[in-house]
Nanobody, 124 residues
């Protein structure tokens, strides 16, 4: 079993930045970790993902150039740097991880482990 613990959400104004972190309770030998978000009344959507090895990163089109996903393998932690935040970025953000995926998968169903979620609210 793996526990994922997220941190870094909050309430900010449009144009501001936030950095989310997601720490896994154990080392992953492979697979990928993704960030998803779910706004009120909407389905959960993929935001960004990264493999635990290599350099492959995948982003939702609307966050490209604003969000950056990175990892620190020594700390079993993945980060999501969010710049130029917009009101439409408001959502609960979840991290997810799975060792079985070979490439970053944008489907929520591909991930076995999930964090508890952290609220990001961007005011206009």
């Amino acid at each position: 079993q793996v526990e994922l613990v997220e941190a870094g959400g909050g309430l900010v104004q449009a144009g501001s930045s936030l950095r989310l972190s997601c720490r896994a309770s154990r080392i992953f030998s492979g697979g990928a970790m993704g960030w998803f978000r779910q706004a009120a009344g909407k389905e959960r959507e993929f935001v960004a993902g990264i493999r635990w090895t290599g350099f492959n990163q995948v982003y939702l089109d609307s966050v490209k150039g604003r969000f950056t996903i990175t990892r620190d393998n020594t700390k079993n932690t993945v980060f999501l740097q969010m710049n130029s935040l917009r009101p439409e970025d408001t959502a609960v953000y979840y991290c997810a991880a799975d060792e079985r995926v070979y490439e970053v998968d944008t489907r929520a169903s591909a991930y076995e482990y999930w964090g508890q979620g952290t609220q990001v609210t961007v005011s206009s």
